[in-house]
């Protein structure tokens, strides 16, 4: 990496409990380059959501911090725009109004048809021009995904933050909004995070994948590096031995190093005693 611009520098995070305090992440060290796309990946609990939280200013590190191009994170600010997998849209405010609001807010001074020029231009980068008016309520969950990103986006961040952006959505609407992300990130070269649990997505988008270990007391445990020629076609990564590599190293480290499966002997004997009271067993 060349020039700096976003450090985690031995990054740790204590939470109260009645117990005492309960240490999510320890030690957690990491440089992002401008423009660079990094996904975070581990099993539930290993605290993706809270390193993105802790960048985002959401958070305070207990030790260690947060420099983005040379001043510490301590609160939310502009420069760091949110991405959740719930969309998060105003119920009462038009696809319009839901951007245009986050414009208002973050880019005060810009007259009437600067302000709504921007706008359109972010729908436009996502495809949603065509639903100007439409409430909330009346479009797809893909939609409102692209509304939240145009939302994002027209606050113009240094860094993109976002939670499991697709996770909630079917199959063939999240292949669509990945290869929108693509084409955004290509067009802005925007700094991007992204948490998923899905290993094909980290090694479809990423520059790089961090891998965490289980928590308690996670930290990074791998970082790989996605050699990939841009623009990337997911048909055609499809039987490239490279890409498969890739894969193959994801998936080893989640579940050979980081195994977190419970034990099939145990999962009978919880589903066996389930049965035998005449209740249906806890879903896995």
């Known amino acids: 990496m060349t020039a700096k611009h976003l450090e985690l520098t031995q990054v740790g995070i204590d939470f109260p409990t009645p117990k005492g305090p309960f240490n999510a992440l320890t030690d957690v060290n990491l440089k992002i380059a401008k423009g660079e796309f990094v996904s975070l990946i581990g099993h539930s609990g290993c605290g993706k959501s809270t390193v993105l939280n802790i960048v985002a200013g959401l958070h305070q590190a207990t030790t260690g911090g947060v420099i983005l191009d040379g001043s510490e ?16 849209l105003l119920p009462w405010l038009s696809v319009y109004k ?4 986050a414009v208002k807010q973050t ?3 810009k007259s009437k048809k600067a302000l709504r020029d921007w706008v359109m ?10 639903a100007l008016d439409k409430l909330p309520a009346e479009i797809s969950g893909g939609m409102k995904q692209r509304v939240g990103i145009a939302r994002a986006l027209a606050m113009e961040p240094k860094v993109l933050l976002m939670d499991e952006p697709f996770g909630a959505l079917d199959a063939l ?9 693509m084409e955004i990130h290509a067009d802005l070269g925007n700094t991007v995070i992204m948490i998923t649990h899905d290993v094909d997505e980290a090694v479809l988008l990423s520059d790089r994948i961090v891998m ?25 990564l499809a039987d490239n031995p490279e890409y498969n590599h890739y894969r193959h190293e994801v998936l ?15 999962h009978r004997k919880n589903t066996s005693k389930g049965s035998s009271k005449g209740k249906k067993p806890d879903a896995a």
Not at 75 to 88: D, I, K, L, Y
Request: avoid cysteine.
């Open 173 to 181: 609407t999240r292949a669509h909004l990945q290869d929108s992300l």
């Open 121 to 130: 231009h972010n729908l436009e980068l996502v495809h949603m021009t065509h």
């Open 107 to 109: 880019q005060q001074g």
């Open 252 to 266: 080893t480290f989640l579940y050979e190093k980081q195994r977190k499966v419970e034990p099939v002997s145990a």
């Open 98 to 101: 839901n951007v245009e609001l």
């Open 212 to 236: 965490m270990t289980n928590g308690p007391s996670a930290t990074i445990g791998e970082i790989l590096n996605i050699n990939l020629t841009r623009p990337r076609d997911r048909i055609a």
């Open 73 to 88: 994170v301590r609160e939310p600010g502009p420069e760091r725009a949110v991405v959740f997998q719930n969309h998060s």
